[in-house]
């Protein structure tokens, strides 16, 4: 037996300490950010050792009413008061029904039915079962450069290699399509997108299908594909081509739902109500909970027994969900959107006075600064290299010489991403951008 080298209820005094229990008992997972985090409130975390930083990666776009929110946390503990767990696909429950019938209120269309589960993986992973049991078919679509878990199902939907080493064969019939990703679609020289890149859709399902297709699985703004915002036009056609061919349009709004991009969901900036509309992340304000959602008649296709989750819809989760939503009508949502379109008006003065900044793109509190080395031509030509070794280096220097959280991420490990509590305020974004600056400045 191992000998236990912490005694937990002593707590550790130290950052070093809790990094080494990680690499001791921890399987190999990403840390390349390094901040281990004792408490948190609003935008701010706070290590073992007394430092504060400014976050604005948000857990990976969770916390979205802000760490530590008063209501929140008042609404789980209450419910842990009551009862924590019976299963809630055994014994139903008032938060469950209660945010069931909450989420048929705010969301897109006549969406009027959810299955709650735990993660965004889940959720997708449940969303293509039902809509291959609705439809009668099998094959799915996604998007090349897209992200939608890292289960075996969910990797076949991800139309990165990046995350799939070591792991095929993954699902069969899947096919991808190319992204909206103007400022490298080889289509447009560099030019942004336009709708009619949809229609490299048909050709897929007319090359890569075998005329048998359940749904198109796409994410209205590609998170981790590096914050790629399609053109106006664009998701409405591939819905309209998905439908053609008999087939429904899966949005996963696991990383853009709950405010992130200024509107509850970012369906709505494109005028599309999606046939399924999958959710995590920030559902719950860090609470493990997912969900996907679809009209009555499609998830009428579900029978007793196709689907379940042991903690699906756990109540404590659903209770902070509920008062999440809450918070985000209260003027969060709002805030995101004010707060989004200063931020993305800063972002073009450093698009245009840094050659390093290849391109700035977002909606709301979901913006990315592409950085490049202007010197070398990068992929098909129409665009500068990718410096995924400069975002990198962005990334240490506002962590370690400016006590700035950042997340970094795309397809090409370049782009730097801020995506803050929706809670933040505008000099806590003005810091965020001024720092940035400054790290160009210092680094490239």
């Known amino acids: ?74 609404a789980a503990k209450d419910q842990l008061d009551e009862f924590v767990h019976g299963c809630s696909y055994v014994h139903p429950n008032e938060p469950v029904a209660d945010l069931a019938e909450r989420i048929a209120e705010v969301t897109p269309g006549d969406l009027q039915k959810s299955f709650f589960c735990n993660s965004g993986t889940e959720a997708v992973e449940g969303a293509v079962k039902l809509a291959r049991k609705y439809t009668g078919s099998k094959e799915v679509i996604a998007l090349e450069m897209g992200f939608h878990g890292r289960t075996l199902g969910s990797l076949a939907l991800t139309g990165n ?10 699902l069969n019939d899947v096919a991808h399509t190319a992204p909206p990703y103007g400022y490298r679609c080889p289509r447009c020289d560099g030019d942004q997108c336009d709708a009619d890149c949809a229609e490299e859709l048909e050709r897929i ?9 359940a749904a198109v699985v796409v994410e209205p703004v590609m998170g981790e594909a590096g914050i790629i915002v399609p053109p106006a036009g664009w998701l409405e056609r591939v819905q309209e081509i998905a439908h053609d061919h008999g087939a429904l349009l899966i949005a996963d709004e ?34 493990p909970l997912g969900a996907f959602t679809a009209s009555a008649e499609v998830a009428d296709a579900f029978e007793s027994g196709d689907h379940l989750s042991t903690f699906g819809g756990n109540p404590v989760a659903c209770a902070a969900a509920l008062a999440t939503i809450d918070e985000l009508q209260d003027g969060i949502v709002d ?110």
Not at 205 to 213: P, R, V
Request: glycine fraction near 10%; aromatic fraction near 6%; include cysteine.
């Open 254 to 287: 696991v990383q853009t739902g709950y405010g992130r991009t200024g509107e509850l969901f970012a369906s709505s900036h494109f005028d599309v109500e999606p046939d399924i509309l999958t959710q995590a992340k920030g559902i719950a304000n860090g609470l």
């Open 335 to 444: 805030n995101a959107s004010q707060q989004g379109a200063w931020l993305e008006s800063e972002l073009q003065t450093l698009e245009d006075e840094y050659d390093v900044v290849g391109q700035t793109r977002g909606l709301g509190l979901m913006h990315g600064v592409e950085l490049v080395d202007p010197s070398e031509t990068g992929p098909q030509n129409v665009a500068p290299k990718p410096d995924k070794d400069l975002a990198s280096a962005v990334s240490e220097y506002l962590r370690e010489e400016s006590n700035v959280v950042m997340g970094v991420g795309g397809y090409y490990k370049n782009v730097m991403r801020f995506q803050p509590p929706l809670t933040i305020s505008r000099d806590q974004l003005e810091r965020a951008v001024d720092e940035l600056e400054a790290a160009l400045e210092t680094v490239a």
């Open 161 to 170: 290699k990046a995350y799939k080493k070591g792991m095929a064969p993954t």
């Open 205 to 213: 399902i007319g090359s890569h299908t075998s005329g048998d297709l």
């Open 1 to 74: 037996m191992a000998e236990q080298q912490t005694d937990p209820s002593v707590g550790r005094e130290s950052n070093a300490a809790v990094l080494s229990a990680y690499d001791d008992h921890m399987m190999p997972i990403w840390k390349s950010l390094d901040v281990p985090v004792k408490r948190a409130s609003g935008c701010t975390l706070e290590d073992f050792e007394g430092n504060e930083y400014l976050d604005v990666f948000s857990g990976i776009s969770v916390v979205n009413v802000g760490h530590g929110n008063d209501a929140v946390v008042d």
